[in-house]
């Protein structure tokens, strides 16, 4: 099972490096870098820059606040930057944030989303073998790259490219043109896996007549601590995020599928009322316990192989916040490794 590390949103830049350097060193195989106050590009660069074997992926990345071009130039010296272990997530966001906080038009998010990836591919392409560019679709055309704009080819194959999401378009999307399907946290129980997204998969897989899979990631928060208080301290930092996150319309099908649809339409009103205090309190044990992995570490390998062996093949973790901590958290680190991935 691929092991793939967590990572906090406000990591200092200056400390990027060492915190790359850190999860290595546990053995983790790859890093997710995640974007919302700094540059997920810049930063993926200063982790392959700081490692020798960690692999690092955007996750994710937005797209449609970027040319195509510039992003495929960034992804292009990331990859060479680290010897070919780098690769690319690129997520649509909600239209409020590209309208307000990025100032771009909203369009139809699935079919740009597609286009995106024609396009950054169909760049790549010529980067590699010098073809021209000539890249038409509903969103993009790009027509022009002179030889002095073009990077040449790398000495290894280029990035893949990564895509998450929660509803059936979305998830279709990731099977009809992604290497790799990441799950969002709020949606990474094995049930939301094998019921709802591999049948999307499978169906953008069918549509778009491919002859592989993309790899699937899941990354469901963890409950978890060296101890049964740690337990109980993680399950409440848990629950004021989730109630946080199921407050969101889109995020609203693991709670339909065990029976409680009414629990997201009442987080978004107390949203709408200002309530976040409050918030938590509808998230019970028995829903954190429910939809998360629970357990201390010494029970955690067991229960995420009952969860996920076979199923998936790659499981994202965050590395305990007390680097102290490392060296036995690294005993239940490799105890998950050797569960049994979905594709080997």
């Known amino acids: 099972m691929l092991l793939i590390a967590g990572m906090s949103d406000r990591v200092p830049l200056t400390e990027v490096g060492a915190y790359a350097r850190r999860v290595e060193a546990l053995g983790f195989d790859v890093l997710h870098v995640p974007e919302t106050v700094h540059d997920s590009m810049a930063v993926s660069l200063l982790a392959l820059m700081s490692t ?15 040319s195509p071009m510039l992003l495929a130039l960034q992804a292009w010296d990331a990859s060479a930057a680290g010897g070919g272990r780098f690769d690319l997530g690129l997520a649509t966001q909600i239209r409020q944030n590209i309208e307000g906080r990025f100032g771009v038009a909203w369009t139809d998010p699935l079919r740009r989303m597609e286009d995106y990836v024609t396009v950054v591919r169909a760049i790549w392409k010529s980067f590699t073998d010098g073809s021209p560019l000539n890249v038409r679709t509903d969103s993009y055309t790009l027509d022009r790259l002179q030889p002095f704009f073009n990077p040449g080819p790398l000495p290894h194959d280029p990035p893949t490219i990564l895509l998450g999401g929660v509803n ?39 549509s778009a007549r491919r002859g592989t899979s993309p790899r699937i990631i899941t990354a469901s928060p963890l409950i978890t601590g060296p101890t049964s208080a740690e337990v109980d301290r993680s399950r409440e930092a848990q629950r004021a995020v989730l109630a946080f996150l199921y407050s969101t319309p889109a995020y609203q099908r693991s709670l339909e599928l065990f029976g409680w649809p009414e629990l997201g339409p009442r987080l978004r009103t107390m949203t709408r009322n200002g309530d976040w205090g409050s918030l938590g309190s509808l998230m019970t044990d028995e829903v954190l316990d429910t939809v998360l992995p629970t357990g201390t570490w010494d029970e955690l390998p067991a229960i995420l192989e009952q969860w996920y062996s076979g199923l998936v093949d790659g499981l994202l973790i965050q590395p305990p916040d007390d680097p102290a901590l490392d060296e036995r958290f690294g005993e239940t680190l490799r105890a998950i490794g050797s569960i049994r991935p979905r594709l080997g």
């Open 52 to 66: 020798g074997r960690l692999r690092v992926q955007t996750s994710l990345t937005l797209a449609f606040p970027r």
């Open 168 to 206: 059936r378009g979305a998830i279709e999307l990731a099977g009809r043109c992604a290497d790799w399907f990441v799950t969002h946290p709020t949606n990474s129980h094995p049930r939301f896996v094998r019921e709802l997204a591999m049948p999307a998969l499978e169906s953008g897989i069918e």
